[in-house]
């Protein structure tokens, strides 16, 4: 009873009570130009970048299921001295022929026919293959970087060169590279991209071929980034060029060319989804080799080796896909308010610190204090800023997940920090 008086001189506080601040109004001239401006451009970079620009009030899906189905479309006759006249076709110029996403186009082939296994001289240009007496050839070893095994000889190929001589599929490849493409027709070659994007988030699927409601329009239109940009049949000169090179330069050794189709969809704004195609130029140089086995009269067993040059397209789809949801909209305008908060806790700061000296000889201990707080406060404030900033996924799922079966479980771990 009385101790209870007595520590209770000023009235008892009451838990249901509220408390407020008092406000003071003060003429800074100084302080209060720069609270404006700072909070002039919080509110520019919230609705200016987070949500006009950054389309901070939509829910995102930037991981679509996609799929991709080429087919090229062609042909051409080769001459040659060695092969006369020569067809290709669909099936002879793309490897694999299966319609995937990365493929091979041939533009040029060094060929050595009839090739079968015996001894021969290994081809000049191969260093270790040098020699000149038996004695540099050791009968049994590979030639390193060449075509076989040697034998133990040197053979005098002419005046001024010898090789050593070995055990290989001969003769060895000799050719030289045509300087003119051999399936320099090609660049009328056209390529068709079949591409289907999902994005599951909003069960919502598109193909680059749904654009227009005219079946006959992909059958006869071709790609053109300013007329055409909806077509998905391409020129392959014109994709080369697109990419900034000449198809006929790069046909000689080949090259490794990428074409991205990306989709930014925006489903507020439309129910329909449009692909932007882009193509660059990834390497130059590309060949491999491959062979073709055959019997000859004699029971004995021949191959054709084929030095295959040519450009390898590869396709990627990227995509991402938006459409509004309360949840990122109050996360982003919270974010974006708490900003705010920052700023004016910031500027009474600022004004305490530099006003002091009018409250100096009245409360000094209290005004410091005062500041040391804000100081706190101003930490708090920022770290919730962090926070939401960093952990926007979290903080999300939270109160959905109270409302709807919303919750993965990325977000059912993060959730714990709330409890
Ligand atoms: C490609 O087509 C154009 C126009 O039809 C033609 O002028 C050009 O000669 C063709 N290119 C080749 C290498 O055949």
């Keep these: 009873g009385m101790e209870g008086q007595r520590s209770c001189r000023t009235p008892c506080p009451n838990p249901f009570d509220y408390k407020t601040q008092k406000f003071i109004l003060t003429h800074s001239r100084m302080v209060g130009t720069l609270h404006r401006l700072l909070q002039l451009c919080i509110l520019g970079y919230l609705f200016g970048w987070v949500f006009l620009v950054k ?112 055990y290989s599929w001969c003769p060895v490849e000799n050719a030289p590279l045509s300087r003119h493409p051999l399936l320099a027709a090609a660049e009328n070659f056209t390529l068709f991209i079949k591409n289907t994007i999902q994005f599951k988030k909003f069960n919502f699927l598109q193909m680059n071929t749904q654009t227009t409601d005219d079946d006959a ?26 990419a900034g090179y000449d198809f006929q330069t790069i046909a000689v050794k080949g090259g490794v060319v990428r074409i991205i189709v990306d989709w930014d969809c925006d489903l507020d704004r439309s129910a329909i989804c449009l692909p932007h195609y882009s193509f660059s130029l990834q390497d130059v140089h590309y060949n491999f080799r491959t062979v073709q086995y055959y019997w000859g009269k004699d029971e004995r067993e021949f191959r054709k080796l084929i030095k295959l040059y040519g450009i390898r397209f590869d396709i990627s789809v990227t995509g991402k896909a938006g459409r509004f949801h309360i949840v990122p909209a109050t996360v982003n305008l919270g974010a974006g308010l708490a900003l705010l908060g ?61 409302v709807k079966n919303y919750c993965n479980k990325e977000s059912q771990t993060d959730s714990t920090f709330f409890k």
């Design 217 to 242: 329009y992909f059958k006869t239109c071709l790609y053109d980034p300013v007329s055409f940009p909806l077509c998905p049949v391409f020129r392959i000169q014109d994709a080369l060029q697109e």
């Design 342 to 402: 920052v700023v004016s806790t910031a500027c009474k700061l600022l004004y305490l610190h530099t006003h002091t000296h009018t409250h100096t000889h009245i409360v000094p201990a209290t005004v410091n204090l005062g500041a040391g707080l804000a100081l706190l406060g101003v930490v708090s404030t920022a770290c919730k800023l962090l926070y939401l900033h960093t952990h926007t996924k979290a903080y999300y799922t939270y109160p959905v997940c109270l």
């Design 55 to 166: 389309k901070g009030y939509q829910e995102m899906d930037s991981d679509p299921r996609v799929s991709v189905i080429t087919k090229l479309k062609g042909s051409t006759i080769t001459k040659t001295q060695e092969f006369g006249n020569w067809l290709w076709d669909v099936v002879d110029y793309v490897k694999p022929p299966q319609g995937e996403n990365v493929f091979f186009l041939v533009t040029n082939a060094i060929i050595t026919p009839k090739q079968r296994q015996g001894h021969c001289p290994e081809h000049p240009s191969i260093p270790d293959a040098q020699c000149i007496k038996d004695s540099d050839c050791p009968m049994g070893e590979p030639v390193v970087g060449g075509n076989g095994i040697k034998t133990g000889k040197c053979v005098m190929l002419d005046l001024s060169q010898s090789t050593c001589e070995i």
